[in-house]
């Protein structure tokens, strides 16, 4: 299997503030990564597919990069509604895994 | 608009089989790959496997021999069935459809199964 591993686990930030989340994967994985976002009691929601296309809906301020084994996910600028955690997902070869997520709390 | 809505107990007894449904609205599942997601309270995300409407399934390793994902189109359903369960079963099951190879984007809301002993 494909392990994932995000950092950090968890970061406190305030409104406004940049984040950058990384997820790394334990081979290659080309471009097939993508990042999604959990409240609590919710189910995640996709963010970015294809490791740096906007799924439709999703804010511009959201931005996803990388190739191979290591990813990024940018938050430009933190808005109160994107306090959660934040988990990649790789689906280059099965079975699909996921990081163990950030959690993105308010300073 | 696609919704997914699973349905089954909430408590499972210990070495019995765990059972859920998942309706889909807004689409046919004949139309895209459905998966189902698990959750551990408080941790993280573990992919079960995934049904195609040509009988197609693929089950992670994990839970291969556990698991069973059965489609029926004539009432837009699939279910999950995974045997011998133990309180590491214990999870919230999140059923989940699939586009562009493996990326998911309409979940359900959800359903917390309990294995008690």
């Known amino acids: 299997d494909i392990q994932l591993t995000q950092s950090p686990s968890f970061l406190s930030a305030s409104v406004g503030d940049r984040v950058t989340i990384t997820c790394r994967a334990s081979q290659g994985i080309d471009h097939y990564l993508a990042w999604y976002q959990q409240k609590p009691g919710k189910a995640p929601k996709l963010l970015i597919y294809?490791?740096?296309t906007l799924q439709s809906g999703v804010p511009s301020r959201f931005s996803g990069s990388g190739s191979g084994t290591e990813f990024t996910l940018t938050i430009s600028s933190l808005q109160p509604e994107d306090f959660a955690t934040y988990y990649c997902q790789q689906l280059n070869s099965y079975p699909f895994t996921f990081g163990p997520g950030t959690t993105v709390e308010i300073k | 608009q696609v919704q997914l809505q699973e349905s089954g107990p909430g408590l499972v007894k210990s070495s019995e089989t765990l059972s859920l449904t998942c309706t889909v609205s807004?689409?046919?599942?004949?139309?895209?790959?459905w998966s189902w997601i698990r959750q551990p309270p408080g941790r993280g995300l573990e992919w079960i496997g995934y049904?195609?409407?040509?009988?197609?399934?693929n089950y992670n390793p994990s839970l291969k021999s556990r698991v069973t994902i059965v489609a029926d189109a004539s009432k837009n359903q699939f279910s999950l069935r995974l045997s011998s369960v133990t309180a590491a079963d214990t999870a919230v099951y999140y059923c989940?459809?699939?586009?562009?190879?493996?990326?998911?984007?309409?979940w359900g809301q959800g359903a917390l199964v309990t294995v008690s002993s």
């Open positions: 049904f195609y409407y040509s009988g197609s399934t």
């Open positions: 294809a490791a740096s």
């Open positions: 989940a459809r699939e586009i562009y190879g493996g990326n998911f984007d309409y």
């Open positions: 807004g689409v046919s599942i004949s139309s895209y790959y």
